[in-house]
């Protein structure tokens, strides 16, 4: 297994992002898992900087856009306008054709324009005109969005949040770690010097790698036994879909292969249930108004769950 690489592209991001492992190891994990994240934090705790550092370490192409209200699907996908000397049509790629996509908060557009990645996510590709085109390899979305302000916002709906593998917060750095941002981004921006460390065809390889990551049958029950429990719950208006049992098991083996194991623990898959379920949990009104939280009901399942002896 090609531990190093993994190692390498976590100490480059930490050249530049200050305090940050456990976030910048939850979006490789979720690349590694070809899936996407949604960074769900208020503005200015590094976000952007953690998506361009991720894609500048992999060597791959980055694209950032600034979700608006006026913002159209072809605005992301791309679109066809003709090309008067060839007299032809000619495909104009949007931000969309790209490895690393920063959907800057993605809440501020309309449903429509939300709704134009779906098919990018799910099948990597996008259908222009009744074309259809592949994305660059690997594709990766990065979504941010603030949860402080509602005032011109469209909340992403279930679908879609579904779409997620993971959801992460990032929090404010303690006084330490703010001490030492002030420090390094003093004089230099660490990221303009930021050299990459592999290439997006070794990323498709890890992928490839990761799927190989040892699931064993007790593990696989205990991802099962989870998310059965979130279907049964009276709290909840809806439960875990089959895609996030799906999303828990590849994370888990992403986040075995950054520990450098070729095998899935238990503590796998309980370090990812927050992170992974969370977000896909629809709470019943009467639990909201008593300020539960899916993080809460998640926390008192994996309690009350017994975790097999070994992954192995």
């Given at each position: 297994?090609?531990?190093?690489?993994?190692?390498?592209?976590?100490?480059?991001?930490?050249?530049?992002?200050?305090?940050?492992?456990r976030p910048a190891e939850l979006l490789l994990a979720a690349l590694l898992a070809e899936g996407h994240v949604l960074l769900n934090d208020v503005p200015g705790v590094g976000k952007t900087l953690l998506a361009k550092s991720l894609a500048r370490s992999i060597g791959g192409s980055f694209k950032r856009v600034q979700f608006t209200p006026d913002l159209l699907p072809a605005d992301i996908t791309g679109f066809n306008i003709y090309d008067q000397k060839a007299g032809q049509f000619r495909f104009q790629a949007g931000?969309?054709?790209?490895?690393?996509?920063?959907?800057?908060?993605?809440n501020r557009t309309i449903p429509r324009t939300q709704a134009s990645l779906l098919e990018s996510m799910?099948?990597?590709?996008?259908?222009?005109d009744?074309?259809?085109?592949?994305?660059p390899r690997p594709f990766f979305v990065i979504a941010t969005q603030n949860p402080i302000e509602l005032e011109g916002t469209f909340p992403l709906?279930?679908?879609?949040?579904?779409?997620f593998l993971?959801?992460?917060?990032?929090?404010?750095?303690?006084?330490?770690?703010?001490?030492?941002?002030?420090?390094?981004?003093?004089?230099?921006?660490?990221?303009?010097?930021?050299?990459?460390?592999?290439?997006?065809?070794?990323i498709l390889e890890l992928q490839q790698a990761r799927r190989k990551i040892l699931v064993s049958a007790p593990v696989r029950e205990y991802i099962v036994s989870l998310v059965e429990a979130t279907r049964r719950s009276?709290?909840?208006?809806?439960?875990?879909?089959p895609r996030g049992s799906l999303h828990l098991m590849r994370a888990a083996q992403a986040l075995?292969?950054?520990?450098?194991?070729?095998?899935?623990?238990?503590d796998d898959v309980k370090d990812l249930v927050t992170p992974v379920l969370a977000h896909r949990l629809v709470l019943q009104v009467e639990e909201r108004l008593k300020g539960v939280t899916p993080q809460k009901i998640l926390e008192e399942m994996v309690t009350g769950i017994p975790v097999p002896a070994s992954g192995e």
């Open positions: 297994m090609p531990f190093n690489i993994c190692r390498s592209i976590l100490e480059n991001i930490e050249r530049v992002i200050v305090g940050k492992a931000p969309v054709m790209s490895n690393v996509l920063l959907a800057d908060e993605i799910e099948e990597g590709q996008v259908t222009v009744g074309v259809t085109l592949s994305l709906p279930e679908a879609q949040l579904d779409r993971l959801c992460v917060d990032l929090g404010y750095p303690s006084r330490e770690e703010e001490d030492a941002i002030l420090r390094r981004f003093q004089q230099d921006d660490p990221l303009a010097e930021l050299q990459a460390v592999t290439t997006p065809q070794q009276g709290a909840l208006r809806f439960g875990v879909s075995a292969m950054l520990r450098e194991r070729e095998y899935v623990l238990p």
